[in-house]
């Protein structure tokens, strides 16, 4: 194998290990990158999602009281939990890869059960009062998703006048959920949680796309590059060395000594031809 080939192989292996190491860091990265992205969306929506219900329970709660009976209960004007949700089905319309769930461990609304993961969740926020939030990826309903959740507690006597005893709880309420479910609530206690979910399969898919963009540039590149170094060393190295090497070859036959070397090179090839040429001297002297 000539110096041409084994420097084409050993820059191919070089190549297609830094191929390698590239497509396996961008996806890394690309992932990384995405999970953090929705890290931020979901810190936001949910904190959105947040606001709503706070807003709702601070404001708008006291002055619809203040214009209806105190039986009267209209959960889309009096409820944090209908009205975060109802906001959400909403940007759910423009967005629909996003989850949002008001899970609960007792909730007055079926459709707000926590399921077993959430309940898990929600045992979490209650064994540990100082955490404000929980984050990571699970598999749900076979498909691996991204969620972030923050807990919710009861923080004020205006919780419990719906979901503490069920005698005190307004008739209209009653009649639309029932007396069973949602109630008994304590002051201070983790009820539920909200959990935005984010499936990651389109995240994956795109650091797949890039890091494959990635890797076939490299690929390109680095084939240029090799045909590059094969010209170059066809022209600068071999093409010179089997140049000299059939003048030293006529040199060693008598033949051609009349006929000096010229080269306009200055490096390793340049060396080498001057030193064939002091040898075809040598030997046109010695001759004489």
Known sequence: MGIRMKSILVMGIIGLIAIVAIG?????LSIDNAMKENQVKTHIILNYAMS???????VQKPLVSQLIESDRFYPELQSGFVSARGTFELFQKAYPCYTFRQATLDPLNPYNKADQQEVALIQKFKANKGLKSEEGIM????EEVYYF???VSVDNEGCLRCHGDPV????DQVEIYGETDGYNWKMNDTV???VIYIPTAAAIKDAQ???GTLVAIAAIGMLLTLLGIWIFLNTSVVSPIVHL?????????GENLDDPIATKSSGEIGVLANAIERLRISLVKLLK
């Open 24 to 28: 396996v860091t961008s996806y890394k």
């Open 52 to 58: 709503t219900m706070d807003y709702m329970k601070k």
């Open 139 to 142: 598999t749900r309903n076979g």
């Open 168 to 171: 005190d709880a307004p008739k």
């Open 245 to 253: 090497a059939e003048r030293t070859e006529h040199f060693s036959l």
């Open 209 to 211: 796309t890039l890091s």
């Open 149 to 151: 959740a923050q807990p």
């Open 192 to 194: 539920a949680a909200f």
